[in-house]
């Protein structure tokens, strides 16, 4: 019979994307496999299901309440949660069940610990959350697989964790390699973001929603950048991609030294390509954002997403910063302050060539390209033990 695999968590592409990256790892193999995600209600989650043809199953679990009148709505939710898996599960057994991260893992891998089905978690966090915590804690998953090192220190001695690396989507692998090899591949790609071939790029993300903090940091260097000849590739968010590219057409007239040359897009979705383009990337600290960083072997100045009580993005930023792969700023908050501490470093990283490339190395050296693979091999032992 055809192997059926639960996939369980979402909310957000840093839980999606690594696990479906190993669903597609688990479609490559020789065998057929079904999948099916239990997921957040949230439209992210319909919609980057949708385009991989996963079947989808919103539950209505809710986050760990905060106040304490919140409580019973959110053991009403988890029960009625588990409930529905439990039911799923006793009329097909899955082969193994796992938690790609975030408060809608728990149902399916609690049901899955209770019906004695092999459970998983999917930890690319230096940091495990909340979730990831309590559910190894039981004692009974059968494996945690962990993107760095430095995870294993916060599970149980004896947790089964496995050093696996974050994975990654081999088509951004496979587009990465393609615009890294060819030259006139890199030329292209450039030119249709409206950007010019000969210049050194910089891109700054703040991830899919943009990073207000960062946009107007960047947004007041814009004229240093320009004077050193750079060019920029800003992913502003919906939100800012006015204001950005506003301000950006102020100061292309004013640059006299070197035109300002930008893009600035809300999102994109060929971010590959925006990666392979760059000499140098401006970002958030998100596990799987990081993962792409050193997929695509890039130099990075990061500043960790402030607003988190466990800071867990610092925590991820410095492992890539202890590695010397990226520098890492404290977000203030504030565009004054955050362009004041990011002015000598990029200063220093626009002219120093030499330690871009180190850099790059060092992010490079980070990188575990069977990631995916591994850890699709692991279920599918699992399926046929």
């Known amino acids: 019979t055809t192997p059926w695999y ?37 439209p992210i989650d319909r919609e980057v299901l949708g385009r991989a043809g996963i079947e989808a199953i919103p539950q209505t679990v809710r986050p ?86 430095v995870s294993r220190r916060y599970f149980p001695p004896a947790a089964p964790v496995v050093v696996t690396g974050c994975p990654v989507r081999a088509e951004f692998r496979l587009r990465i390699a393609d615009c890294g090899w060819r030259s006139a591949a890199r030329a292209e790609v450039l030119m249709s973001f409206g950007l010019e071939p000969g210049r050194k790029t910089l ?20 004229d240093r950048i320009a004077a050193a000849g750079w060019q920029i590739l800003h992913l502003s968010g919906s939100a800012d991609q006015e204001a950005v590219s506003t301000a ?71 492992v890539l910063a202890s590695a010397g792969a990226a520098v890492v700023i404290d977000d203030h908050k504030d565009a004054v302050a955050n362009a004041g501490d990011l002015a000598p470093v990029l200063a220093d990283m626009l002219v120093n060539d030499a330690r871009r490339e180190a850099m790059g190395r060092a992010a490079a050296g980070l990188d575990r390209p069977r990631s995916a693979a591994d850890i699709a091999e692991v279920l599918h032992r699992a399926a046929t033990a």
């Not at 790609?100 to 940091?127: E, F, R």
């Not at 700054?204 to 943009?210: I, K, L, N, P």
């Open 248 to 318: 950006y057409g102020r100061l292309a007239g004013l640059t006299a030294a070197r035109p300002l040359c930008y893009r600035v897009l809300s999102f994109t979705d060929r971010m590959p390509e925006a990666l392979a383009v760059a000499d140098l990337v401006i970002s958030r600290a998100g596990a799987s954002s990081l993962a792409e960083l050193q997929a695509a072997g890039k130099p990075s100045i990061l500043f960790p997403y402030p607003f988190h009580q466990d800071r867990h993005q610092w925590h991820n930023a410095g």
């Open 203 to 222: 891109l700054v993300t703040g991830a899919s929603q943009g990073a207000r903090t960062i946009n107007e940091a960047v947004v007041a260097l814009a």
């Open 64 to 149: 760990v309440p905060r106040r304490p009148w919140d409580i019973p709505g959110f053991l009403w939710h988890w029960r009625a949660s588990v409930g529905a898996c439990l039911r799923r599960f006793r009329q097909r057994r899955p082969a193994a069940v796992v938690g790609a991260g975030g408060y809608a893992s728990g149902p399916a891998v609690h049901a899955a610990m209770k019906l004695n089905i092999p459970a998983y978690l999917l930890n690319p966090d230096a940091v495990p959350g909340k979730a990831n915590r309590h559910l190894a804690a039981k004692g009974k998953v059968a494996g945690i697989f962990v993107q760095w090192e």
């Open 6 to 42: 639960i996939f369980a968590g979402g909310g957000t592409g840093g839980h999606l994307f690594p696990a479906l990256a190993v669903v597609e790892a688990l479609r490559a193999e020789s065998a057929p496999a079904d999948v099916t995600f239990f997921c957040t209600q949230r």
